[in-house]
């Protein structure tokens, strides 16, 4: 995995590339400051970035935006020391594979990485294409799932580890407007549904998704956690959330309550 | 704020190089008191500020370090105490480099057993150093405020173990605990990846430390009486803290009366040990 580092901390820095060099990471650059990430990430090409939020010049959110609309297949672990309750939830939101506050430990940002590492591997294999007819007859078979997120890194994660666990990923969209056509035209067994999404909320979708496909049980995926957030999605037909930043171990989990509740 | 460190570094030199970046932080309490008195920078008595500094021994720490880094050519004498430091950098000076400083009780958030055992070495420092000054006094010595410091630093790269590498610090400590018998310099070297009076003799010479902590380290000084002085303070700060009936008091007693020239239910009144204790031992001095 090749690892650029972005913190303006240079004994964080320094450490970081110590650490993970040693632990078979490529560290294959460290920045102080996000002014010229993307170029950088261009010509670095790295596969993870960790990101520190208060960077001179822009701060960690807005580089993690850029990221995330021009390089989706990167993932991000965002560290931050800013004491905002909503902080990790807007990283969520915004795309942040891992997240992690300071002052955090050596095996702490290992775990984060390795957790990351194992999202992306299910989706790089759930990416690559299936054998053609055993693909056309498993598809049939497989509970059918629609992802809406306006994030595109978080709908290729949720695609990757939704597909590792066997389901059939029938479409995707950006938008609750979009979430409520997809939801018509296919009807799926799931629904995976962002809360902030542009042109209509996940919120606002709800209700309508619930109209078109009665039967599709719509699963809220979410950076907030709120006790306010929760009540109103369930009392508007959620079936229940999945935290962001997607982790494989409690899909799985929940995909399993969900789809054989007598088990 | 740095990385907790939760594996050891491959020898000493690795860590002074660590500690070397580090911004050192501070408890809470002083830099409440700090910002409490920023208005009175211009007119504030250095001997106020410097009973602040001395109550905390890593903002000790920080106005050493800050000594070294700004020092000019011109200053050669070696600066021994935290007030002399303070009129050298100026007080104006001295608030405009603690600004927004980080705290300990933050960065030690996720870990209250570490919390707990750091603020035990800094109760046990600040101990030790009031019975140094108190000794030292008493042998009319007039280097009674380095010895002071010297023994408040005694254990300060104990105290940094603590800040930046809690799970490690709180490791050795649970492994002494558990095999008495194991020798705490072996404990270390295991744990840690080097001794801790390596790490220290390194930073005393970086941080311009006093050189009386460096003498506290050489076994050739230690019969000298200011080593001594500093390291009974030490030994007894660390066995009472287990309680007053701890095993090793009584060879401690024997050594400190010794130094101070002073009778044991004296002594046992000086250091303030439970009124029983001192009747007790007055009642034997005079039968």
Redesign the interface.
Known sequence: MKVLIVEDNASMRTLLVTLLGGQGYTVVGQLENGNTLIEDIRRLQPTIVCLDYQLPGRNGLELLKDINAGFPEIDVVFMTGSEDADIEKRAADSGASGFLRKPFGQKQILDELRQVCEVRQQADRAAQPAPEANGAKRNGTRPTAVIVDDNSSIRLVLKGVLSELGMHIVAQAGNGEEAVRAAQIHRPRVLFLDVNMPVLSGLDALPRIREVSPETAVVMVTGDTSRQLVQQAAGLGARGYIVKPVRPAYVESFLKKLLNPGS | ???????PFPGANAWVE?FK???LPILRLTANRLAELRDTAEVINTRTLANIIMHDPMMTLRVFRFMKENRSKSQNAEITTIERALVMIGTMKFFDSCQDLPIIEH?LK?HPKAMLGLLKVIARSRQASLWARDWALLRQNTRFEEIALAALLHEFVEILMYCFAP?LAIGARERLAANPSLRTRAVQEEIFGAPLPEIMRELIELWGLPELLMSLLDPADAEALNVRNVNLAVDLARHTANGWNDAALPDDFRAIEELLHIGHSHLLERVGAPEEMVAAARLAETS
């Open positions: 704020m740095t990385l907790m460190i939760d594996f660590h970046e580090v911004e960065q996720g799970a």
